[in-house]
T-cell receptor, first 122, second 108 residues
Framework: QVQLVESGGGVVQPGRSLRLACAAS????????LHWVRQAPGKGLEWVAV??????????VDSVKGRFTISRDNSKNTLHLQMNSLRAEDTAVYYC??????FGAGNWFDSWGQGTLVTVSS | SSELTQDPAVSVALGQTVRITCQGD??????AAWYQQKPGQAPILVIY???NRPSGVPDRFSGSSSGTSASLTITGAQAEDEGDYYC???????????FGGGTKLTVL
């Protein structure tokens, strides 16, 4: 079955960097768009970024544009999120999520990881 | 507008029917997907597309849409249906995704 396992979260000071990873298995990795979605403590879900199945297209929510970079390695079935210039408001559980349709044909996420907590604090 | 709007909270008596709604301009072009989230857990998909349920989701869950509005209906709500429900879709550009603010469902 599909598995998405995030790692790399932790406590980091404002202005520093952190790199999250999501290891995937159980599906044909190179055919699906992948996303990062975050959830601040006690708050709702917020979409963060998407990378297309082939890595050619990447889009970000305005609040992280220029600071975060999403990438994928289709040879290692791994998704990454490089987070630079972190702010207190980036504190959240970060989930990786898989699109439910191949090659960007749908707009739903059929599988989610369990999330990794990022805390930005001095 | 680039946002999806949900009522913050809804309650339903055990065994009764409840509808959770989501409004946004992008729903005119894209179907909403619906996710259930319980405390401390990752979201799970319950409805996608016109009205599709992933394997394992009970058939008491159904979805519908009209214009700029989408709805999730639970027919015969059970205690285990308590949780937060989020709608989601692409925005008008098609390249970004949106989530509604979430609706907390209480089963009385």
């Amino acid at each position: 079955q599909v598995q998405l396992v995030e790692s790399g979260g932790g406590v980091v000071q404002p202005g520093r960097s952190l790199r999250l990873a999501c290891a995937a298995s159980g599906f044909t990795f190179s055919t699906c768009g992948l996303h990062w979605v975050r959830q601040a403590p006690g708050k709702g879900l917020e979409w963060v970024a998407v990378v297309s199945h082939d890595g050619a297209h990447k889009y970000y929510v305005d609040s992280v544009k220029g600071r975060f970079t999403i990438s994928r390695d289709n040879s290692k079935n791994t998704l990454h999120l490089q987070m630079n210039s972190l702010r207190a408001e980036d504190t959240a559980v970060y989930y990786c999520a898989k699109e439910g349709a191949r090659f960007g044909a749908g707009n739903w996420f059929d599988s989610w990881g369990q999330g990794t907590l990022v805390t930005v604090s001095s | 507008s680039s946002e999806l709007t949900q009522d913050p909270a809804v309650s339903v008596a055990l065994g009764q029917t409840v509808r959770i709604t989501c409004q946004g301009d992008s729903l005119r072009d894209y179907y909403a997907a619906w996710y259930q989230q319980k405390p401390g857990q990752a979201p799970i998909l319950v409805i996608y597309g016109k009205n599709n349920r992933p394997s394992g989701v009970p058939d008491r869950f159904s979805g519908s849409s009209s214009g700029t509005s989408a709805s999730l209906t639970i027919t015969g709500a059970q205690a285990e249906d308590e949780g937060d429900y989020y709608c989601s879709s692409r925005d008008n550009s098609g390249n970004h995704w949106l989530f509604g603010g979430g609706t907390k469902l209480t089963v009385l």
